[in-house]
C-alpha cells in the first residue's frame, strides 16, 4: 500500500501536466473550429480576471494574470484562421495594419525594456486578441445571439459577486476583504470595474430595445432591474453617460409608430424609477449616488484630475521624438509625469491616460489613430446601412451600431478591455460578411420587416 501512495505522489505532477496539456489542445481545436468557443472561453477569462481584482495569478519567472494564457491561446488561433482559413470575413487592411503596428511597438518594448513591456502592454493585447479572433469567423445572426447570451451569463456572476462584495464590506466581515481594506480604492461601492460595469449596462440596453434577438436578450429583459441598479450602485460615471448615449441613439433608429416610441419611453421610465425607489430605501446610498452626481457636473474629484493626466500625457509624449509621434512610444517606456490631483496638489503618477484614444495615440502614434479611425468608421458605415435596410438583418446591425456608440462614448474616459474588443470585432465580421443569410422562418410574414429595435 505504501508503494502505491508513494507512486501516487510521484505521478500526480505529471498527470495534472498531462491533463493540463491535453485540456490545452482540447481548447485549441475547438477554438479553432467554433466561434462559440472562442468567444465562451473570452468571456470566462474576463469574468475571473474581475473576481481576481485583476492582479497576478502566478509568478513562473514571468508574473502572469487570469486573461495572458486564454488570450495568447485565441491570438495564436487567430493568426492561423488569417493565414489558412478561406471562409474569414475579410482580411481587413486597417485591422491587420492596427494589430501588426501594436506588436512592433511590442516587440520594440521587450528588446528595451524587457519585461516591463508585457505589463504595460497587457491589457492592450487581450483587448487586439479578442477584435482578430472574432473577425476570423463568418458572424451571423446566429453568433450574435450566441454572445448575447453568454454575456448575460457573464451579468448575472457579476451581480452575484457585487452583492456579496457589497455585504462583506458594509457588513463589516473584516476577515473576507483584501489587505487594503476595500474591493476599489475608488470608492467602497465600486467592486467591479467599469469594464464589467459597462457590458451590465449594454444588455440594459439589448433588454430594453432589442429584447427579441433570442433567448439572451429575453434573459436580458427579466434581468433589467437588478442590471440597472447595479450600473447605478457601481457610480462609474462614465458607463452612466454611454448608457445614455445608448439609450438615446436606440430611441434615435426606432422607425415605428409612434404609439410603439411612446411605450418604450414609458417602459424606460417605469424601469429608471423603479430603481429610484429601490435606490431610496438606502439613505446612504442615495446620498453617495446624488454627490458623485453633483461632484461630476462641477468637475470635481477624478474629472478635473483627468484633464491634467491628458495633458501631462500629450505633452510627455511630443516631447519623445519624431518616431513616438508617427508610431508611438514603445511598450514598457517610462510614464511617469506630474499631475495636478483632485486636491490641487502636483504628484508623481505612473498609470494609464485614462483615455482609449490618447492611450492609442501615445503607444501608437498618428499611425494607429488614423487606424483606429478607419476600423470604426468603415464598420459603423456598413452597420448602419445594414440597419436601415428591411431584412432579419436590421435589428442586429442596429445593435452593433448602439454598442459600438456605446464604447465610443466610455473610451473618453477609460481603456478598452477585451470584451468590448471582442464586440468590436464581432461588429466588424458581421459588417464584411460576404453574402447576407437567408431570411428566417416565421409564422407572421409581416414580422420580417425591421421597425427598428423591438420592445414588447
Same mark, same amino acid.
Given at each position: 500500500?505504501?508503494?502505491?501512495?508513494?507512486?501516487?505522489?510521484?505521478?500526480?505532477?505529471?498527470?495534472?501536466?498531462?491533463?493540463?496539456?491535453?485540456?490545452?489542445?482540447?481548447?485549441?481545436?475547438?477554438?479553432?473550429?467554433?466561434?462559440?468557443?472562442?468567444m465562451?472561453?473570452?468571456?470566462?477569462?474576463?469574468?475571473?480576471?474581475?473576481?481576481?481584482?485583476?492582479?497576478?495569478?502566478?509568478?513562473?519567472?514571468?508574473?502572469?494574470?487570469?486573461?495572458?494564457?486564454?488570450?495568447?491561446?485565441?491570438?495564436a488561433?487567430?493568426?492561423?484562421?488569417?493565414?489558412?482559413?478561406?471562409?474569414?470575413?475579410?482580411?481587413?487592411?486597417?485591422?491587420?495594419?492596427?494589430?501588426?503596428?501594436?506588436?512592433?511597438?511590442?516587440?520594440?518594448?521587450?528588446?528595451?525594456?524587457?519585461?516591463?513591456?508585457?505589463?504595460?502592454?497587457?491589457?492592450?493585447?487581450?483587448?487586439?486578441?479578442?477584435?482578430?479572433?472574432? !473577425?476570423?469567423?463568418?458572424?451571423?445572426?446566429?453568433?450574435?445571439?450566441?454572445?448575447?447570451?453568454?454575456?448575460?451569463?457573464?451579468?448575472?456572476?457579476?451581480?452575484?459577486l457585487?452583492?456579496?462584495?457589497?455585504t462583506?464590506?458594509?457588513g463589516?466581515?473584516?476577515?473576507?476583504?483584501?489587505?487594503?481594506?476595500?474591493?476599489?480604492?475608488?470608492?467602497?461601492?465600486?467592486?467591479?470595474?467599469?469594464?464589467?460595469?459597462?457590458?451590465?449596462?449594454?444588455?440594459?440596453?439589448?433588454?430594453?430595445?432589442?429584447?427579441?434577438?433570442?433567448?439572451?436578450?429575453?434573459?436580458?429583459? !427579466?434581468?433589467?432591474?437588478?442590471m440597472?441598479?447595479?450600473?447605478?450602485?457601481?457610480?462609474?460615471?462614465?458607463?452612466?453617460?454611454?448608457?445614455?448615449?445608448?439609450?438615446?441613439?436606440?430611441?434615435?433608429?426606432?422607425?415605428?409608430?409612434?404609439?410603439?416610441?411612446?411605450?418604450?419611453?414609458?417602459?424606460?421610465?417605469?424601469?429608471?424609477?423603479?430603481?429610484?425607489?429601490? !435606490?431610496?430605501?438606502?439613505?446612504?446610498?442615495?446620498?453617495?449616488?446624488?454627490?458623485?452626481a453633483?461632484?461630476?457636473?462641477?468637475?470635481?474629484?477624478?474629472?478635473?484630475?483627468?484633464?491634467?493626466?491628458?495633458? #501631462?500625457?500629450?505633452?510627455?509624449?511630443?516631447?519623445?521624438?519624431?518616431?513616438?509621434?508617427?508610431?508611438?512610444?514603445?511598450?514598457?517606456?517610462?510614464?511617469?509625469?506630474?499631475?495636478?490631483?483632485?486636491?490641487?496638489?502636483?504628484?508623481?503618477?505612473?498609470?494609464?491616460?485614462?483615455?482609449?484614444?490618447?492611450?492609442?495615440?501615445?503607444?501608437?502614434?498618428?499611425?494607429?489613430? #488614423?487606424?483606429?479611425?478607419?476600423?470604426?468608421?468603415?464598420?459603423?458605415?456598413?452597420?448602419?446601412?445594414?440597419?436601415?435596410?428591411?431584412?432579419?438583418?436590421?435589428?442586429?446591425a442596429?445593435?452593433?451600431?448602439?454598442?459600438?456608440?456605446?464604447?465610443?462614448?466610455?473610451?473618453?474616459?477609460?481603456?478598452?478591455?477585451?470584451?468590448?474588443?471582442?464586440?468590436?470585432?464581432?461588429?466588424?465580421?458581421?459588417?464584411?460578411?460576404?453574402?447576407?443569410?437567408? #431570411?428566417?422562418?416565421?409564422?407572421?410574414?409581416?414580422?420580417?420587416?425591421?421597425?427598428?429595435?423591438v420592445?414588447?
Open positions: 500500500m505504501s508503494y502505491l501512495l508513494i507512486a501516487f505522489y510521484v505521478a500526480t505532477p505529471y498527470l495534472v501536466a498531462a491533463a493540463a496539456g491535453l485540456s490545452i489542445a482540447i481548447l485549441a481545436v475547438r477554438s479553432y473550429a467554433s466561434f462559440r468557443a472562442g465562451i472561453l473570452m468571456v470566462c477569462a474576463f469574468c475571473l480576471d474581475i473576481v481576481a481584482l485583476s492582479r497576478p495569478i502566478l509568478h513562473i519567472g514571468l508574473t502572469l494574470y487570469t486573461a495572458d494564457l486564454p488570450m495568447a491561446l485565441l491570438f488561433i487567430a493568426a492561423a484562421r488569417w493565414i489558412v482559413r478561406p471562409d474569414v470575413p475579410r482580411r481587413d487592411p486597417a485591422w491587420l495594419s492596427f494589430a501588426l503596428l501594436f506588436l512592433v511597438d511590442f516587440g520594440l518594448g521587450l528588446v528595451i525594456h524587457g519585461t516591463a513591456a508585457g505589463a504595460q502592454a497587457r491589457t492592450d493585447f487581450h483587448a487586439i486578441a479578442a477584435g482578430v479572433y472574432a !473577425l476570423s469567423f463568418p458572424v451571423g445572426r446566429k453568433e450574435i445571439r450566441q454572445t448575447i447570451g453568454a454575456l448575460v451569463g457573464a451579468a448575472v456572476v457579476l451581480m452575484l457585487c452583492v456579496y462584495r457589497w462583506v464590506y458594509y463589516n466581515f473584516r476577515d473576507l476583504l483584501p489587505l487594503a481594506g476595500s474591493f476599489n480604492i475608488d470608492g467602497p461601492t465600486r467592486v467591479i470595474g467599469s469594464p464589467g460595469a459597462l457590458m451590465i449596462g449594454q444588455l440594459v440596453v439589448v433588454g430594453l430595445f432589442f429584447v427579441s434577438l433570442g433567448r439572451g436578450a429575453l434573459w436580458a429583459r !427579466l434581468l433589467l432591474l437588478p440597472t441598479a447595479s450600473v447605478l450602485v457601481l457610480q462609474h460615471r462614465s458607463v452612466w453617460l454611454a448608457l445614455l448615449v445608448g439609450l438615446g441613439a436606440s430611441l434615435i433608429l426606432v422607425r415605428s409608430h409612434k404609439a410603439s416610441r411612446v411605450r418604450q419611453l414609458l417602459m424606460l421610465g417605469a424601469l429608471v424609477g423603479a430603481g429610484v425607489i429601490g !435606490l431610496a430605501a438606502s439613505s446612504a446610498l442615495r446620498g453617495q449616488i446624488e454627490t458623485s453633483v461632484r461630476a457636473i462641477q468637475g470635481q474629484d477624478t474629472v478635473s484630475a483627468r484633464f491634467s493626466n491628458w495633458k #501631462a500625457t500629450l505633452t510627455q509624449w511630443r516631447e519623445a521624438g519624431p518616431r513616438a509621434i508617427v508610431m508611438g512610444r514603445e511598450a514598457g517606456a517610462d510614464t511617469t509625469r506630474t499631475v495636478v490631483d483632485s486636491s490641487g496638489r502636483d504628484v508623481r503618477i505612473s498609470f494609464g491616460a485614462h483615455n482609449y484614444y490618447i492611450i492609442v495615440l501615445t503607444t501608437m502614434g498618428v499611425v494607429g489613430v #488614423a487606424l483606429f479611425a478607419w476600423m470604426g468608421a468603415q464598420s459603423l458605415a456598413r452597420l448602419y446601412r445594414q440597419s436601415r435596410a428591411d431584412d432579419d438583418d436590421a435589428p442586429y442596429s445593435l452593433l451600431l448602439v454598442l459600438l456608440m456605446m464604447q465610443a462614448t466610455y473610451y473618453v474616459a477609460y481603456a478598452t478591455d477585451l470584451m468590448q474588443f471582442l464586440i468590436f470585432g464581432i461588429a466588424s465580421a458581421f459588417a464584411f460578411r460576404r453574402h447576407a443569410e437567408p #431570411a428566417e422562418a416565421t409564422t407572421a410574414p409581416q414580422a420580417r420587416r425591421f421597425q427598428g429595435p420592445v414588447l
